[in-house]
């Protein structure tokens, strides 16, 4: 229950090739090559529909054009969700990692489809939520992250995922050297705010897994009406890492119901519903069921939205520069100028 599109013509590849590949790595999918469709949600790494007559399956890869040097990692992604399954079963089951240029140019990954529900920015049709089912799923939203979280990395073979303790001083270096090599002019330096940031860090809470991009619209449900959390899509930044500083990126996509029209443009989430957390209500179930000590919390807010405004910017700079003609970023600039502005109005509340 996931809408896919025509690929666009910038992100075509031969399926031929893709299917000669599989058949020496799968048994059964015949002698076409598959129906190919794209996934249109995301702003990353692409993600497409492979169908065959008895099966369907995904394939991840990275965009073309510039990138960051760590950022679309295939091996990673698909080693992460391959080692997370015995510990953490809510990942899609690996199928194959390719390697090979003479494929698709670079390295992919194909995993199984996970049948199910993902909720973008409005309900689909037919489906409604009433107020006590909308904060149900909210809550089902943290606890999942909780058990996220709560991963016993070491037996996952993950303890090499991340660098670990230093994690909130390189997030804030590394997000504001990001955010200036992407700046173009039409959009402000966010200087305040970046030296607000350094200037503020608090001590990590712990180190632990991390998925670095949770959020309602990469989550999987089982149902419009039972609302359980299948499966946790996206795993390319998953690292290991402070949970309150993924707390705090995360719920800079929660958009709530009295958040400000600028806000509720940017809104790729139902979470505007009646019965919906609050971002306050996400925080103190979370500190509830982790015992962890919150702190400021304008830090983490902060760090989530200037994070954001990082990520949007880097995809307006890749359409400004033709690396991609993907309309859904052509705008980007002016969301990042008002989350400048409402970072600093954060920053502002703690002030005498």
Not at 94 to 118: C, N, Q, R, S, T
Not at 140 to 145: T, Y
Request: glycine content about 8%; hydrophobic content about 40%; overall charge negative.
């Amino acid at each position: 229950m996931n809408s896919t599109v025509e690929v666009r013509t910038e992100d075509a590849f031969d399926s031929a090739a893709v299917h000669a590949w599989l058949c020496g790595k799968v048994e059964g999918l015949g002698d076409e090559p598959p129906q190919v469709r794209q996934f249109p949600g995301g702003a990353s790494n692409l993600t497409y529909l492979l169908t065959y007559p008895d099966r369907e399956l995904i394939l991840r890869r990275p965009p073309a054009g510039h990138k960051a040097a760590s950022a679309h990692d295939m091996r990673r992604e698909y080693r992460v969700q391959h080692a997370l399954a015995p510990v953490f079963p809510y990942v899609p089951r690996m199928v194959a990692f390719g390697d090979d240029p003479a494929v698709l140019g670079g390295d992919f990954y194909v995993m199984e489809k996970l049948d199910g529900l993902i909720l973008r920015g409005d309900l689909p049709d037919g489906m409604t939520l009433t107020a006590e089912q909308a904060r149900e799923l909210s809550g089902r939203v943290v606890d999942r992250l909780v058990d996220l979280h709560a991963v016993d990395v070491e037996r996952a073979g993950l303890t090499d995922l991340g660098k670990g303790t230093g994690y909130v001083e390189r997030q804030i270096r590394g997000w504001s050297q990001r955010y200036v090599a992407a700046r173009t002019d039409d959009v402000g330096d966010f200087a305040e705010v970046r030296t607000w940031l350094a200037d503020n860090q608090p001590a990590e809470v712990k180190i632990c897994l991390i998925h670095n991009d949770y959020r309602l619209d990469n989550l999987v449900l089982d149902g419009p009406r039972t609302l359980n959390i299948t499966g946790v899509l996206d795993w390319e930044l998953a690292t290991l890492g402070d949970p309150l500083m993924e707390l705090g990126s995360m719920l800079a996509y929660w958009v709530q119901a009295d958040d400000d029209d600028a806000m509720h443009a940017s809104r790729r989430q139902p979470t505007h519903l009646p019965g919906m957390f609050t971002r306050e209500e996400f925080v103190a179930r979370y500190a509830e069921k982790t015992g962890l000590d919150i702190g400021d919390w304008r830090f983490y807010e902060v760090y989530g939205l200037f994070r954001l405004a990082a990520v949007l910017q880097q995809l307006y700079r890749r359409y400004r520069d033709g690396a991609t003609r993907n309309p859904a970023f052509k705008d980007f600039w002016q969301f990042v100028g008002y989350l400048d502005r409402r970072c600093r109005a954060i920053i502002a509340k703690g002030r005498p």
